[in-house]
Nanobody
Framework: QVQLVESGGGLVQAGGSLRLSCVGSGRDFSGRSMGWYRQAPGKQRELVAQ???????NYADSVKGRFTISRDNAKNTVYLQMNSLKSEDTAVYYC????????????WGQGTQVTVSS
């Protein structure tokens, strides 16, 4: 069982920054790929950023150069630093932890709202 708790969302002006945090519990946190998804009103949930256990990263084209994913395995925490925010970034952001084996499942946090005003 894995539990993920996000924090750091809020209201910010366009051009501003926010840092999201996701604290995980459960076994083998350091061995999991971790990431962030988001879902805007009327849209499908989409992958924003992910980081493999070895540190490699992948970003959605829409956030490259503005968002940075990082992790602190000692704290069982994943971060998403969001800079130069745009109104299009408004969404609920969800932390996820990837399954460790094919017969298992991914895990999701409860979501944190990010609203970018203009």
């Amino acid at each position: 069982q894995v539990q993920l708790v996000e924090s750091g969302g809020g209201l910010v002006q366009a051009g501003g920054s926010l840092r999201l945090s996701c604290v995980g519990s459960g076994r083998d946190f350091s061995g999991r790929s971790m990431g962030w998804y988001r879902q805007a009103p009327g849209k499908q949930r989409e992958l924003v950023a992910q980081m493999a256990s070895g540190g490699s990263t992948n970003y959605a084209d829409s956030v490259k150069g503005r968002f940075t994913i990082s992790r602190d395995n000692a704290k069982n925490t994943v971060y998403l630093q969001m800079n130069s925010l745009k109104s299009e970034d408004t969404a609920v952001y969800y932390c996820y932890a990837a399954r460790l084996w094919s017969g298992s499942r991914d895990y999701w946090g409860q979501g944190t709202q990010v609203t970018v005003s203009s």
